[in-house]
């Protein structure tokens, strides 16, 4: 019996100490935004869902599949590590259902780019992604405008 599988993943990542700005969340781009630490760009949102597909597939997380250790990743989009997550996955014997994440902070606001972060975000899994955002009414780090996180669940579907 096939039935499918369902895996959660969460990234956090810390705005970067210096003030540089940049900001890649949901595989777009806010120029004027404070950039994320990371070994790659930092996107919660896609190290989220990628995470998440891997949980489901039983392949781990995404520490173990893109390392710091990995000079590979250094600098990587979110996006590109989501597709190359998403190719794993399909490599590994299962179909993608859906992702849906949720970015938890304060800013960006996501309201006025949800379609075309979905968009960037679907492409990239080859599958659907929802995306939604909340806040945390200013409680712990995220509240405090110190950085952001985010949680995605993922359903994948073993092939015949």
């Known amino acids: 019996m096939n039935l499918p599988r369902t895996g959660i993943g969460v990234d956090v990542h810390a705005f970067a ?79 993608i259902g859906n992702v849906a994440v949720q970015v938890i902070g304060n800013r960006p606001k996501l309201g006025p780019v949800r379609d075309r972060a979905q968009q960037a975000l679907s492409t990239a899994a080859g599958a659907p992604v929802t995306l939604s955002a909340t806040t945390t009414d200013g409680l712990g780090f995220t509240g405090r405008g110190e950085g952001l996180a985010a949680i995605a669940t993922a359903l994948v579907v073993p092939r015949d």
């Open 17 to 95: 100490a210096d003030g540089s700005t940049g900001l890649a969340l949901a595989g777009v781009q806010f120029p004027d935004e404070r950039a994320l630490e990371g070994h790659s760009d930092g996107d919660v949102a896609a190290h989220a869902a990628a995470d998440a597909l891997f949980s489901a597939a039983g392949l781990g997380d995404l520490g173990q599949q893109f390392g710091t250790d990995d000079p590979q990743w250094a600098g990587a989009a979110g996006v590109v590590l989501l597709g190359e997550a998403a190719r794993r996955v399909r490599a590994a014997g299962f179909e």
